[in-house]
């Protein structure tokens, strides 16, 4: 009987001792690099990069907003650890996990985001060391080389859409939109991105919102010029 063959995932050092390399141990042929970018899992038969990035550890800078808000930016050292991850790597994924997803870290998402938005980047969440190994081992095998074409693009069309519609709603709805409000821009506006880069202007010109509305909007992405 032929032996199963065992797809490999290369770790970075930095991720030896966590729960997410036990998990992977148990269906990967895991090997160790300290060449690789730090917090990163290279799945090399389904060129799949992801970086792991816990909400804890992102280190930000916090400024609070006279709406009682909250801008969140992200450090020059964490900026450059993204453009790094995308100048070597084409099919790369970020899974930022934090137990809760409150305030803090949906606007870190929307921080990342705003940070690729010129990138195919694509930002996950996860609650749990156990869900990032799901969602890595759900995703490798999709883009891997018996993966039918259909499947890997219905799969990237739900990430994005899961990250946005999580994002949007949780997010704006903390600043005090209605759910009818953000139902309202999310149609209107279409992608996160959008919403993030919109000016007042565009803001009414797509949607129904008040200019009172759109103002808190562009106010809280901190988009206004």
């Given at each position: ?199 007042k202007q565009q803001l009414l010109d797509h949607t129904s919102l008040a200019s009172e509305t759109a103002e808190k909007i562009v106010n809280f992405f901190s988009a206004e010029t």
């Amino acid at each position: 009987m032929a032996k199963h063959s065992v797809d490999p995932v290369i770790i970075n050092t930095s991720l030896a001792d966590c729960d997410i390399c036990r998990c992977l141990q148990k269906q990967y042929k895991v090997r160790f690099s300290e060449s690789t970018p730090k917090d990163t899992c290279i799945f090399p038969l389904s060129t799949v990069t992801f970086l792991l990035v816990r909400a804890d550890d992102a280190t930000t800078t916090i400024t609070q907003l006279p709406n009682s808000g909250q801008q969140v930016d992200l450090s020059l050292q964490m900026i450059g650890r993204l453009k790094q991850l995308q100048s070597g790597h084409q099919n790369c994924y970020l899974i930022l996990s934090s137990a809760l997803h409150e305030q803090r870290e949906l606007s870190l998402m929307f921080a990342i985001q705003n940070s690729v938005f010129a990138s195919k980047m694509k930002i996950l969440p996860s609650h749990s060391d156990s869900e990032t190994a799901k969602i890595m081992a759900m995703i490798a095998k999709a883009k891997g080389k018996h993966a039918s074409g259909i499947f890997k693009q219905r799969l990237d069309t739900l990430a994005t859409r899961h990250v946005d519609d999580a994002m949007i709603l949780g997010s704006l709805s903390g600043i005090g939109l209605t759910d009818h409000q953000c139902f309202v821009l999310q149609q209107g506006c279409g992608s996160l991105s959008n919403i993030v880069n919109a000016t007042k202007q565009q803001l009414l010109d797509h949607t129904s919102l008040a200019s009172e509305t759109a103002e808190k909007i562009v106010n809280f992405f901190s988009a206004e010029t």
